[in-house]
């Protein structure tokens, strides 16, 4: 079965960095794009970042570009969030996803906090 785990979330300062990392298992990782999505308190999921599994290209969120990066390493099945200059309004529970065999699934998340 599809299972889906982030880690590298926590506590960090305005203007900080944090690197997030999915692993994923249960599909054939290299075949299925990945994306990133947050959910802050008292909003709904929002999509963040995805990663294309064909040529790598990317897509972000306006509120993120040029701060986020995403990656992936298809040997290791893992899809990465490289997160700098981060802001308070960054504050969220941020989860991976992907879309397979008609439906999408998700992990538990893992939760970033800037604050100072």
């Known amino acids: 079965q599809v299972q889906i785990e982030e880690s590298g979330g926590g506590l960090v300062q305005p203007g900080g960095s944090l690197r997030l990392s999915c692993v994923a298992s249960?599909?054939?990782?290299?075949?299925?794009?990945m994306s990133w999505y947050r959910q802050a308190p008292g909003k709904e999921r929002e999509f963040v970042a995805r990663?294309?599994?064909?040529?790598?290209?990317?897509i972000y969120v306006d509120s993120v570009k040029g701060r986020f990066t995403i990656s992936r390493d298809n040997a290791k099945n893992t899809v990465y969030l490289q997160m700098n200059s981060l802001k308070p309004e960054d504050t969220a529970v941020y989860c991976c996803?992907?879309?397979?065999?008609?439906?999408?699934?998700w992990g538990q998340g893992t939760q970033v906090t800037v604050s100072s």
């Open positions: 249960g599909f054939i990782f290299s075949n299925y794009p």
């Open positions: 990663i294309s599994n064909i040529d790598g290209s990317t």
């Open positions: 996803k992907v879309f397979y065999r008609g439906r999408g699934y």
